[in-house]
Each structure stands twice: as C-alpha cells, then as structure tokens.
C-alpha cells in the first residue's frame, strides 16, 4: 500500500514536472528524498528482517485498537528504540497540496482508484537487535499510543492551555521580574525584556506539556493494552538509561522515572496481595506461577518511589510549570485518552481476571508447548496476544527466580520461539480452529 501510494504521487510529479517553478524544485527534490526513504521502510518489512510469525496477530491487534482502516508496517532500525512514522496518505495528501500545479483533483482521483482513499498507513520500527524479542515488543502498544495521543493532543491540548495559559505567565512573570533589579532609568527596556523572557518561557512550558502528555498518553496506553507485560518491558527497556534526565536535555521526554512512576500506579492492582473471586472461589493472589513476576516488578517500584526526579523538574522554570499543570490534570486526561479506544477495548488487562489463562499458559511453556491454546484439544480456546506475552514474562521471571543461571543463550532463545510460534498458531486458530474442532467432534 505505502508502494502504491508513492508509485502515485511521483507518477504525478513527474508528469507536471515542467510546470514546476524552478524556485520550487529544490522542494520537490527533498520530498523525493523523503519518499525514498520511506520506500527503504518496505525493504526492511520482510519477514527476513522482522519477528517471523508475529506479523499477522500484531497487525490484526494493531488494527483492532485503531479502526480497520489503519495499517501497519514494521520495520527495523539500527538504533536501539521503538518508534512510530505516519500517518502517510495524510503526509502526501498535505505535500501534493503544497504543489499548486498539481491537480489535487487528480492525486485525490488516484487515490480512490488505488482503493487508499480514507486508509491510514504507519510504520512502527524496534530495535533491529531484539528482532525475536516478543516479551520486549510489548513496547508496540506504546507506539500505537502515540495514534491515541494525536487525537487527545489535536482535540483538548488547546483548551487546557488556554484555560491555564494567565495563570501561568503570571508566575513567570513574577519569578522573572525578580531577577531584574528596579532601575528606574531603565524601565521601559526593562519590561520589555522581562515581556521576552516570560514569552520564551511560556512557549517553552507549553511543548514540554505536548510532549510530555504525549509520551504519558502513549505509556497509558501501553499498560492498558498490556498490563503488567508492558511495565515489565518498559523496566527492561529503560535499565541502561538515565532515569532522571532534564526534559530539556532529551527533546522534551518526561524523565523515565516519573513515567515508571504512572505506569506502576496503573498496575497496582495487579502487584498486591490481595483475596480475588475466581470461578465461584476464593483465592489468594498472587497464585505460586505468578507470584515471582509480582515480586519481581514490585519490588522494582522503589525506583519510582524515590523521587529526584522530581528535584530536575523543579530546576527549570518552563519545565516545572509543565509538570505542575500535568500533574493536576493527568487522571482526567489519562480517562478521556483511553475513552478514544474502541469499546472492546475499554476495558484495562488484568492478571487478576486472567488467573487461570496465565497458568495454563505458564505450564506449556514449561512443557516446551507453544502457549498458543488454552485446555486440551479439542476443547480449547485460542489464547489472546495479550495473554501470551504476560504469560511469557510470567514463566521467564519464574525461571529466573528459581536460577539466576537460567537466562542463557540457549533458554532464552527457546523461549522466544516457543513464543513466536504461538503468536502465529494463534492467529491461525483464530481463523480456523473452531471449524477444525467441530470436525474433531463429529
């Protein structure tokens, strides 16, 4: 589809290219530059490169959050981080418009031919490295958060601004003023750059609360889609990196410390020892499966709790107002962010409602099984992505618990395509195994 839609809009350049100012062709030549990069994105997508087997049941979860409409392609990268491209039809719609001596109604007439029209295309890239790494892709679901983030962002980041915006240059304003001394002489150019400094500083507040919002929305995500999988591959992922970076030396990212902190806070409820009702009983939770990967990120919320990072944010004037102004409002926007999600997935992951789904899963990992089904053939069901991730970073810290020398090369590849194959067998089963299993039965 990205092919496609690149094959069209160049077949259209090339076409007017006479038309083209010549003051405008530098222009035409970056966006070209652009697009063959982006073509380099569905080089990268083959299955060669990507996690085999897991790119139907993702496509097909991505989708699921999102609208049908919407596509994916994964791809990966050199560096080690996630990241999401696109929306791409939107990108070349918007450049093409540029290009007034383009017809948009031709492009936009191409567009319907190639069947695009109201279709969406974005490209998630992972680290290149963790190519097989299923348990650390959880990190997709705070990529497609960012989709999430953009309608939050476009629709109430306005609002909430501007309902805060005087009271916000008022402090500045204040704390500004009392670093200039009254020198009567020198009033008036003494407003005006008080004026100046508060204007940069209110600009600066205002893309760390964008960006900051943006990285959280997308980390609320993640642990609603996820649950605890998603806070255990964050912990993984951010192990090598500063927790408690100024946001204004990391492109505006909130300080992974403070993230954790939210993320943690969402996943309560599945961390604690509590007494839960399952199946008309009783029972203690954590059950003994799962009680080492409770443990495990548990005992990790004690870097969250600790709280310099909220000494760096208190450094800078911008980033602190930011911050305050989140923190006031974070419960509300974190509920009508995930309020744009679909009704089937209002609903948060728990492992508490998944009790007896993980354990079933956890033991055909145990028993070198794909934990693609849960029961015994012919009465199973097929087991959700979502559940065969948890359950995988269940049976991994399991193991780890019981020898600190399980994690070598050997285990952990094993694991990894006990995994992968269960991804696909699942999205297969999804398809075809209800029609299999009446045919088992008769």
Request: hydrophobic share 40%; proline share 5%; charged share 25%.
């Amino acid at each position: 589809m990205l092919c496609d839609l690149i094959g069209h809009s160049v077949d259209l350049i090339a076409q007017h290219i006479d038309e083209t100012p010549p003051d405008r062709l530098a222009y035409v030549n970056l966006f070209l530059c652009f697009v063959a990069e982006h073509l380099r994105f569905v080089e990268r997508s083959r299955v060669a490169h990507t996690p085999w087997s897991m790119i139907q049941a993702t496509e097909q979860f991505l989708a699921r959050q999102v609208g049908t409409n919407s596509h994916f392609i994964l791809r990966p990268q050199w560096s080690c981080n996630y990241s999401l491209s696109g929306e791409f039809v939107e990108y070349h719609r918007t450049i093409i418009g540029s290009m007034p001596w383009i017809p948009s109604t031709a492009w936009e007439e191409g567009l319907r031919e190639l069947e695009l029209n109201g279709q969406k295309i974005y490209c998630i890239a992972f680290p290149r490295i963790e190519r097989l790494n299923a348990l650390l892709h959880a990190n997709w679901g705070h990529e497609l958060g960012h989709i999430i983030a953009a309608h939050w962002i476009q629709d109430n980041l306005g609002r909430l601004w501007a309902g805060e915006e005087a009271g916000i240059k008022a402090r500045m304003q204040k704390a500004v003023e009392e670093r200039f001394p009254q020198v009567p002489d020198q009033a008036l150019f003494r407003q005006v750059v008080v004026d100046r400094y508060v204007s940069d500083l209110a600009s600066t507040a205002e893309k760390a609360t964008r960006q900051g919002l943006t990285e959280l929305i997308c980390d609320a995500v993640g642990v609603h889609l996820y649950g605890p999988a998603a806070l255990a591959a964050s912990l993984e992922f951010s192990a090598g990196l500063s927790l408690d970076e100024s946001p204004t030396d990391c492109g505006m990212y909130p300080p992974w410390r403070y993230r954790l902190r939210l993320m943690f806070d969402a996943c309560e409820n599945d961390l604690v020892k509590q007494t839960v009702k399952f199946g008309g009983r009783e029972l203690a939770y954590p059950r003994p499966i799962m009680d080492a990967f409770c443990k495990w990120v548990g005992d990790a919320k004690h870097l969250a709790a600790e709280k310099s990072d909220c000494t760096v944010l208190n450094q800078d004037t911008a980033v602190r107002e930011a911050y305050d102004l989140i923190d006031k409002k974070w419960k509300d926007i974190r509920a009508e962010a995930l309020a744009i999600l679909p009704g089937q997935s209002q609903s948060p992951y728990r492992l508490t409602e998944r009790i007896a789904t993980i354990e079933d899963l956890v033991g055909k990992l145990e028993r070198d099984v794909p934990p693609s089904e849960v029961g015994i053939w012919p009465d199973t069901s097929t087991a959700f992505f979502e559940d065969i991730i948890n359950a995988a970073w269940v049976f991994k810290v399991k193991k780890l618990a019981q020898d600190n020398d399980w994690a070598c090369t050997e285990n952990v590849e094993r694991l990894y395509r006990l995994v992968l194959k269960a991804i696909e067998a699942s999205f297969v089963q999804s398809a075809f195994g209800p029609g299999l299993a009446r045919l088992d039965k008769t």
